[in-house]
């Protein structure tokens, strides 16, 4: 929040009332000296006067002229906004203090980030977010150029409504951050344990909260995705122009004589088990051209969802605001209506579909020597799940088309090898649910041969679709990892001298570089460690039209093509190949479809700002997906309370470690008041706790047996303790008694609020 000094009472100062209707009947511009004069303002009142004008000026009151001062008319040139929605990507806001006289509405302002060289954007603005920006009217109407973030002056909070013993309503948070509940001014209907969401019900924080929407019952199947879906504001119902739109698109006819016929080829899509989309499938086989001997001809086909989602449409808009699908253990929220992402753009077994094929030419190390890219129909020979695949090559009974695409892999695989990309081999929790969405299992995901097999396949896919494009000359958005920041850099090398080892900073930074770093660690414990801080050095990928390079995967142009069923970088990649390639096809009968399915003029002005967009709504899934697992996981938990687990420390700060369960995921938190009667020291750098009596030291990368002391499935948060026993804790392998100083004859509670005061902020 921008602090304001405020002006103090002054007993001859006008109100802003009686200056602001001085100055809009005075004739011309009226100045602090004209302003004094008409209210008889001398000496301090005059200086006084000066404050109340400049702060007038900041709430867009009147201009901010230093000499003299008008009422404003329209937007001020500098101002306080409030985000209405979002709109194709893009934040839409109004003026926070909108009042006209004329009653009119208030104007809508585009947002526009900040574009400063060597400063990261502003975080992604989400629909009732304030923002100080700096406006300016332009031929296509008003925009912001945002000059800071604001906290929320009222914003929703999403809680559990309780009501304590003498019947007073208060609203549990279900944000790990917030700790305290609060009073609940306005039930509005809801009862006692429901899940709501609320708002302040004025400025100050006594005034409490009232309900404004009900959600449900907090612990019933798919609340926890809802959690997330309300937290980040993530679409989830499609309007029904949408719907409609979805619907005339799929009835498109496959136009067979434009397209590339692969319907002989068995082309098979290995997806998850539980998919319920099918971007990708994939064939291979030997090639019969001598001059590429002991090479292969592979195919990637990717849904031609182009075809069907046209630049302009109602659907467009839709999936440009959404960005991509968000997966959740319980649901999807897909980027595109069902009927076109679970029906006619999904490649299904055994039905024709239109495709968008990238056709590659391998050569015997690996390497693709060709590639060109067609309009297809294909036709899905089997869907395998990646078990059933691997299975099927580990005993020997796979057919043709999955032994093809596995020594067709070794090569791809090989190159990648030569190539050294990174190689960050870290666990992922998986969610299991029943029929009824209860949890069955909670484990972490086995990496298979077989998604090494796709995932190969589709980098080869994404290569030839950057490349093929820069030949043209087309635009392109690339998917970019820049190389670790000099900060960063320094950080890991701090860190490994802390671990007595070395690492030069004047070398050209490669992965093969921490792919050493980590396999020259014969210890397991301190090889996750170093993992784990390799990982932190890395930046973090966005999408953009001007290439940069994959560093991860060791690439020099690399973009996004093989999943525009959930993502919107891959559709846009796919409409500039349709363009660059002459790959349009007839005009649809229907005319209340597109034309045309190549980028649109739209698209191609706009590639920067789309870019920064869809970057933030694949980190808004992405927190989401991590929030909701998270809940997931602490639900699991939360009949195992007392139970002791190996953990592993994963961070290290003042206040405590976080540490997770290994085997299983589900990280939690072990306050440093739980450590006992010695004083612990933080070292930041070496990342570490330090007693200052024994010595006793508690480090990233330690495996610790720790007691699970609480569970909270609607915040996702879990505490530990330290069991009883002495000799439980090995940081490092090395055994650790601790010999805390004696403590006195007066025995000593736990530390933190007493039981009995439940709500810090209730009045006294």
Known sequence: ???????????????????????????????????????????????????????????????????????????????????????????????????????????????????????????????????????????????????????????????????????????????????????????????????????????????????????????????????????????????????????????????????????????????????????????????????????????????????????????????????????????????????????????????????MACHLRIDAQGRIRDHRFTRAIVQIAEVIAYEDAQARIDDGTALEPLTNLWACWERLNSARTGRDPLDLDLPERRVMLDEQGRISEIAVRERLDAHRVVEDFMIAANVAAAKALESKVAPVMYRIHETPSREKLMALKEYLATLERNFTLGQVITPGIFNRLIKDTADDTERMLIMEQVLRTQTQAYYGPANAGHFGLALGSYAHFTSPIRRYADLLVHRALVDAFALEQARPLDTSIPARSGLSDKDRAALDGIADAISKTERRAMEAERDTIDRYVAAWLSGRVGEIFDTRVTGVQKFGLFATIIGFGGDGLLPISTLGDEYFTYDEKAQLLKGSDTGTQFA?????????????????????????????????????????????????????????????????
């Open 1 to 355: 929040m921008v602090c304001m000094k405020a002006t103090p009472p002054h007993p001859a100062l006008p109100s802003q009332k009686q200056v602001l209707d001085f100055i809009g009947n005075s004739p011309t511009p009226a100045g602090k000296r004209e302003i004094a004069r008409h209210f008889g303002l001398k000496g301090q009142d005059k200086i006084a006067l000066k404050a109340m004008l400049r702060d007038m000026a900041e709430e867009g009151l009147i201009d901010g002229g230093n000499s003299a001062f008008q009422r404003m008319g329209g937007v001020p040139k500098v101002t306080v906004l409030k985000v209405t929605h979002i709109e194709e990507g893009e934040a839409i806001a109004v003026p926070e203090s909108w009042s006209p006289d004329s009653g009119e509405p208030a104007p809508r302002l585009r947002v526009v980030d900040r574009k400063t060289k060597g400063k990261r954007p502003f975080p992604a603005l989400r629909k009732g977010d304030r923002v100080l920006a700096r406006t300016e009217e332009t031929g296509t109407g008003w925009r912001a150029h945002v000059m800071k973030k604001l906290p929320d002056a009222e914003t929703a909070m999403m809680g559990v409504v309780e009501i304590d013993r003498t019947g007073k309503a208060w609203l549990a948070p279900v944000e790990k951050s917030v700790r305290n509940s609060v009073a609940i001014a306005d039930v509005g209907g809801a009862r006692d344990g429901q899940l709501v969401l609320a708002e302040p019900v004025a400025k100050s924080a006594r005034a409490g909260m009232k309900v404004v929407e009900v959600l449900g019952n907090p612990l019933a199947p798919k609340a926890f995705s809802l959690i997330a879906i309300h937290k980040y504001d993530i679409p989830f119902v499609f309007p029904p122009e949408v719907q409609d739109a979805a619907q005339h698109a799929a009835a498109l006819p496959l136009l067979a004589d434009q397209r590339e016929d692969l319907r002989h080829l068995p082309i098979v899509a290995i997806d998850p088990a539980d998919a319920r989309d099918h971007d990708d499938a994939i064939w291979a086989a030997p090639d019969d051209d001598p001059a590429n001997a002991g090479g292969w001809r592979a195919i990637v086909a990717i849904a031609d969802v182009s075809y069907y989602v046209r630049p302009g449409s109602a659907i467009d808009n839709e999936a440009r605001k959404r960005g991509n699908s968000v997966y959740f253990p319980d649901r999807v929220v897909p980027m595109l209506p069902e009927v076109l992402s679970a029906d006619v753009c999904s490649l299904r077994e055994g039905e024709p579909r239109a495709a």
């Open 700 to 764: 990233v990368g330690d495996r610790l047996k720790l007691r699970l002391a609480e569970a909270n499935p609607l915040s996702g948060a879990l505490k530990f303790e330290l069991p009883a026993s002495e000799g439980s804790v090995e940081p490092r392998g090395r055994k650790i008694v601790h010999k805390g100083k004696a403590r006195s004859g007066t025995t000593q509670g736990p530390r933190g609020r007493p039981a009995n005061i439940r709500h810090s902020n209730r009045k006294r």
